[in-house]
C-alpha cells in the first residue's frame, strides 16, 4: 500500500491551493454578506481547467484523476466553499453525467463548452416535496413523439441563475416508479423555463440556489440521456461521484478551520503563555488533527477506487458521512479557540462553520448517507 501522491497531484493541489489563496480568499468574507456569486473567480477556474477536471482532452477537459479533483477541493474548500461548490456541482455532477452516458452529439454540444468552462451546469434533482425520497418525483416530462413536454418544480438548485446548461431528472410513467424516471439537457432561455428567487441561506452564500419553473417547455428527444427510464438510475449513478465531491468540501471546511485553529492558539495568550500550551486547547487540536486524517483517508480511498474503476458507491457514502460529520465538529471548536474572535467575520471560522452544515444535508443527508451504507453492508 502506497500513501505518496505522484508529481502531477503534488503539482494539482499546489496550482489550487494557490488559487485558493491569491484568487478566492480576497473578497471571501464580503461575497459571503452580500450573497455575492463568485463570478471572475468561476471564469479564471474555467480557464485553468478546474471545471472539467476529469473530462477527457478530447472534449476539453484536463484529463485528471479523481485523486486530484478532491485534492484540489480541499485546496478551494479551505478558503471558499461557495466557489467550490461550484467546482462540484460542474465536474462531478455535470460533466461526469454526460461524459459517462450522453451521446456523442451531447457532448459535442454540452460536455465541449461545460468541460472547458465556457458555461457552467446544474443538476436538478430536488423538488419542493421530493428531496431525499428522490423516486417521488412530481416534475412531468411527457413524451409528445419527437419531444417531452416538461411541467413542475425543481428546488434548491446549485448554480440556478448562473448555469446555462441544466440536467433535469423528471417522471415519464409515473406507473413505473423508479424505472419511469428520465433525465433531460435543458437549455437557459428555453421558452416555458423560468427562475424563481434566490435562496437566504445560513451558509455558503456566495452560492447561487434558485428553485426552477418548468411550464410547458418542449425539449427535443434528442435531449434525453440514455434510454427511457434510465434517469433514476443515471442521478443515483452520478450522485455516487458526487457525494466524493462533496465529501472533499467538507475535508478542506475541516482543514481550513483547523489551520486557522492551529495558528491562532500557538499566538494568543492568556494566563501568561500561548493557549496551545493549555492542555485542554491542545487536545482539541489532537481531536481536530486525528479527525481529518480519517476523514481524508476515506475519500483518497473512495476517489482512488473510483480511478480503478472498482465499485465505490459505499465508500463514497462513508467519505461525506464522516467527512461532513468532521467538518462540523471541527469547525465549532476552531470558532471555540478563537474564543470572542472567533464569532466575528474577520477571523473566517464563523463563515466555515456556517459552510459546514450544508455538507450534511446535499447530495444526500447524513441519514441517506448511512441508509446507503447500511444497505451496502446487510446486503
Ligand atoms: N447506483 C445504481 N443504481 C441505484 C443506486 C446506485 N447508487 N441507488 C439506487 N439504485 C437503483 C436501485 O437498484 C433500484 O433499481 P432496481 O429497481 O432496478 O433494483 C432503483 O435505483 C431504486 O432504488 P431504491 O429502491 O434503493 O430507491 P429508494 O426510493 O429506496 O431511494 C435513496 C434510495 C438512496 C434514498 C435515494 O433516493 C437517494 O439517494 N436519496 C437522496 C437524494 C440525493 O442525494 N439528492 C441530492 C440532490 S443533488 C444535490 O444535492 C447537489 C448539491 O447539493 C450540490
Ligand atoms: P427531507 O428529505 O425532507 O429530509 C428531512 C429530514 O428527514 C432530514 O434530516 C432527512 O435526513 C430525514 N429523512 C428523510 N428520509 C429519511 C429516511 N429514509 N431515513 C432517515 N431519515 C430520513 N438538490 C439538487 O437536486 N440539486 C442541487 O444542486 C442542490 N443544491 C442544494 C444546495 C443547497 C444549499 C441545499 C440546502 C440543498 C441543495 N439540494 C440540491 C437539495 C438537497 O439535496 C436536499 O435538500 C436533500 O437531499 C434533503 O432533501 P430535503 O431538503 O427535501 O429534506
New binding site residues.
Partial sequence: MIFELSEEQKMIRDAARDFAEIELKPGVIERDENQTFPVEQVKKLGELGFLGMMVDPKYNGSGLDSISYVLAMEEFSKIDASAS?VV??NNS?VCFGLEKYGSEDQKEKYLKPLAAGEVIGA?C??EPEA??????QRTIAEDKGDYYLLNGTKN?I?NGNSASIYLVIAQTHPEK???GINVLIVEKGMEGFSIGPKENKMGIRGSDTHSLLFNDVKIPKSNRIGDDGFG??F???T??G??IG?AAQALGIASGAYELALNYAKERKAFGKPIAELQAISFKLADMATDIEAARLLVMKAAWLKDQKLPY?KYASMAKLKASEVAMKTTIEAVQIHGGYGFVKEYHVERLMRDAK?TQ?????SE?QR??IA?EILK
Wanted: glycine letters at 10%.
Fill in positions: 461548490v462540484s456541482v455532477l443538476f434533482l430536488s428531496g431525499s425520497d428522490a423516486t417521488s434548491w446549485t416508479g423508479s424505472k433514476f438510475k442521478a443515483m449513478q450522485l455516487d458526487g457525494r462533496i458507491a450544508v444535508i446535499y447530495e444526500g443527508t441517506i441508509l446507503v444497505r
